[in-house]
């Protein structure tokens, strides 16, 4: 099986598409994709679908949609193999090995006590591709090898298309997840570009991080980045210009005024002191340029 939640959802079996169209079976296997391998409790299910205001038939009518997401991966069974799907034998299943006989709807999605498991088989997941790859990139950062950090996070963050779930019509579970990645998404592109900084490549990021800067208004730590691209660019200005937008919008949005580190940041690109290589994101003391608004 191979599944994509990092834009668009797609989730396939033996290349067949096993995505529904009808939006509450959608949103069952949404959130099954996403913890594929895992139980996922009936009640969370029933809250993803219905906000905490459940109908008294709220478990019968999730049996109905995994009945309808079990029919279209018995089509995709029988696609690779005119042998399997729902009328195999019907045997026991588990979230373990694959069964030795042919493998049926039920052994994809599993009904477990208390919920239900999507048996990926061993497939792909971007998810876990993305977190194989960023955490490696942070190994990488930690060990000083920015080329490969560059590289490695680059490279996760290529999986995704667009926002997780981005054709998914989320409820309570869904858009705590949806959070969830885009944070995750947000660390590891942030310590990508603090890669690039150190390798000398801040000409290259300007576009990008003037895009960046206009879209995450109170991220401290990529305005923190910008006004270090601009600063080692020449654009001195511009630079303590972009400081005093993100001081205005902290101020009049939240109530606070910038971190100490980017207060730095900013008094050394006001002196025209040393433009402190090597910490666009960190100042000395280790204390990260980072607030999320």
């Known amino acids: ?10 989730v396939r079996e033996n290349g067949i598409s096993i995505t529904p169209t009808a ?4 949103q069952v296997l949404a959130l099954l994709a996403l913890h594929a391998d895992q139980v996922v409790p009936v009640s969370a299910l029933i ?14 009518t999730l049996q109905t949609y995994v009945l309808q997401l079990r029919s279209l991966i018995s089509t995709a069974l029988e696609h690779g193999d005119p042998g399997a799907g729902a009328d195999a034998e019907d045997a026991p299943a588990g979230p373990g090995t694959v069964p030795a006989r042919r493998r049926t709807a039920k052994d994809v999605l599993v009904t477990l006590p208390g919920g239900y498991l999507l ?14 790859l960023a955490g490696m990139g942070y190994r990488a950062m930690d060990a000083g090898d920015f080329p490969g950090a560059a590289r490695l996070l680059r490279e996760a963050l290529s999986l995704w298309s667009g926002p997780a779930f981005a054709d998914v019509q989320g409820g309570i579970q869904l858009d705590m997840e949806t959070r969830r990645l885009e944070e995750i998404r947000l660390c590891a592109l942030d310590q990508r570009i603090e890669a690039d900084l150190r390798l000398g490549r801040h000409r290259e990021l300007l576009a990008e991080l003037t895009v960046l800067a206009s879209r995450y208004l109170t991220h401290e730590s990529l305005h923190g980045q910008f006004m270090l691209a601009l600063h080692r660019s020449g654009r001195r200005g511009e630079a303590l210009d972009a400081y005093q937008r993100l001081r205005g ?3 009049r ?5 910038p971190s ?17 290589p090597g910490e666009p994101a960190e100042t000395r003391g280790g204390e990260r340029l980072a607030r999320v608004g």
């Open 1 to 10: 099986m191979d599944i994509a939640v990092l834009g668009a959802l797609s």
């Open 23 to 26: 939006p509450k079976p959608r």
């Open 47 to 60: 809250e993803e679908l219905w906000a905490g205001e459940p109908p008294r038939s709220a478990r019968t």
């Open 119 to 132: 048996n990926s088989g061993g497939g792909t997941s971007d998810v876990r591709e993305f977190d194989r």
């Open 249 to 251: 919008t902290l101020v």
């Open 253 to 257: 949005e939240l109530g606070l005024e």
């Open 260 to 276: 100490a580190a980017l207060r730095r940041l900013q008094r050394s690109i006001l002196m025209a002191g040393p433009e402190i």
